[in-house]
């Protein structure tokens, strides 16, 4: 993934992303294999190669075949991503992706799940009961009632 450090929002994105990886793993969550200093002109982060694409590029884009994903694979997909999400949200601080959507759940060869792009998300502290922060994400794909009251 290519980020442009004359953006600061970047850098921010690009400084969350290799925070959070740094301690994370787990088999449906995508690998960080390394990453630019932050002083460099680009920003790169290096991740696992995952072949086969997006969900989004099979359910709306060019890997998309005329029948549509089989009903087995889409509750495959379903399950193996909230099973990411539980451990985002298990681990020591809790992580928020704050943005997930077909386009950051990249898909293997025999469509296993790897969630991707945790630049919008959150660490939570353990004793938190809630956090209050700007609405993030991609509209349509956010909880309605996070952009009404703000809290996760």
Not at 120 to 130: G, K
Request: glycine share 4%; charged share 20%; with cysteine.
């Amino acid at each position: 993934e290519r980020l442009y450090q004359d953006n600061s929002k970047r850098l921010e994105q690009f400084l969350n992303e290799v925070k959070v990886f740094s301690f994370l793993n787990h088999p449906y969550v995508v690998r960080l294999y390394g990453c630019t200093s932050a002083e460099s002109p680009e920003l790169l982060l290096v991740y696992e190669f995952v072949s086969n694409g997006t969900l989004a590029e099979h359910l709306h884009g060019d890997r998309r075949c005329p029948k549509g994903l089989p009903w087995d694979t889409r509750l495959k997909i379903a399950i193996q991503t909230a099973k990411a999400l539980a451990f985002l949200h298990s681990v020591d601080p809790p992580i928020f992706h704050r943005d997930v959507k077909s386009a950051n759940i990249l898909l293997d060869d025999n469509f296993n799940v790897k969630v991707a792009d945790f630049g919008l998300c959150r660490l939570v502290p353990l004793n938190a009961s809630h956090v209050t922060t700007a609405p993030q994400g991609t509209p349509g794909y956010v909880d309605p009632e996070y952009h009404e009251c703000f809290q996760l």
